[in-house]
């Protein structure tokens, strides 16, 4: 079974442009995250899908951060403008069902890792 | 604010000793806690879990502890091996709650 995919891998800019990540979960899994992950610190959830729908994005930055999920599977999650302290990986994942049951385990990308000079 | 806190950043431990690596949680709400192991250019992987109805799993090498009234969630891993050298992060989630919240991870490095 295919794993989630992220690209790009890595990403330097400078602050104030634009850049954007791409995810393709796991086949048939109906959740979809995005996750910041900031040297030294824990994943911090950004936004969830289920399907094409958001369920919660509550501590994503809107003024400058959006993602989509269209047709409920691949995602993109886009910065603009980018800003010093968005420096993280940012990772994927995916799960079968939402919550609930232990089979939401959450499956993660290999994270993309973004350096903003 | 952080509702779980691992509070040792690295463990170094001999092979063949055991590894034990500590976990806090502040909300109650809680009731559903996991371990993800992560390698350097990796994302996380699930490694085990424990409902708050229990206070022990056991999987392998891997046992999880939990002490719901102290709210601490302990892993134990024996006998440890240079493939455990990994970062461990600690998560929870309440039971009908999507969000996983996590620690900041432990850096484990198993020596020779």
């Known amino acids: 079974e295919a794993g989630v995919a992220q690209s790009p891998r890595y990403k330097i800019i400078e602050k104030r442009q634009s850049v954007a990540f791409w995810c393709n979960p796991i086949s048939g899994h109906a959740t979809l995250y995005w996750y910041q992950q900031i040297l030294g610190q824990g994943p911090k959830l950004l936004i969830q899908?289920?399907?094409?729908?958001?369920?919660?994005d509550s501590q994503l930055p809107k003024d400058r951060f959006s993602a989509e999920r269209l047709k409920g599977v691949d995602s993109t999650l886009k910065i603009q403008p980018a800003k010093l302290e968005d420096s993280a990986v940012y990772l994927c994942?995916?799960?079968?069902?939402?919550?609930?049951?232990?089979?939401?385990?959450?499956?993660f990308g290999p994270g993309t890792r973004l350096t903003v000079l | 604010d952080q509702q779980v806190k691992q509070n040792s950043p690295s463990l170094s431990v001999q092979e063949g000793r055991i590894s034990i690596l500590n976990c806090d949680y502040t909300n109650s709400m809680f009731d559903y806690f996991l371990w993800y192991k992560k390698y350097p250019a990796e994302g996380p992987t699930f490694l085990i879990s424990?409902?708050?109805?229990?206070d022990k799993n056991e999987d392998g090498r891997f046992t999880v502890f939990l002490n719901k009234s102290a709210k601490h969630l302990s892993l134990h891993i024996v006998p440890s091996q240079p493939g455990d050298s990994a970062v461990y992060f600690c998560?929870?989630?309440?039971?009908?709650?999507?969000?996983?919240?996590f620690g900041a991870g432990t850096t484990v490095t198993v020596r020779a």
């Open positions: 899908f289920q399907n094409n729908g958001v369920v919660d």
């Open positions: 424990i409902s708050s109805i229990k």
């Open positions: 998560a929870a989630r309440g039971s009908n709650d999507y969000k996983l919240s």
């Open positions: 994942a995916s799960s079968l069902v939402p919550w609930g049951s232990s089979y939401n385990e959450q499956f």
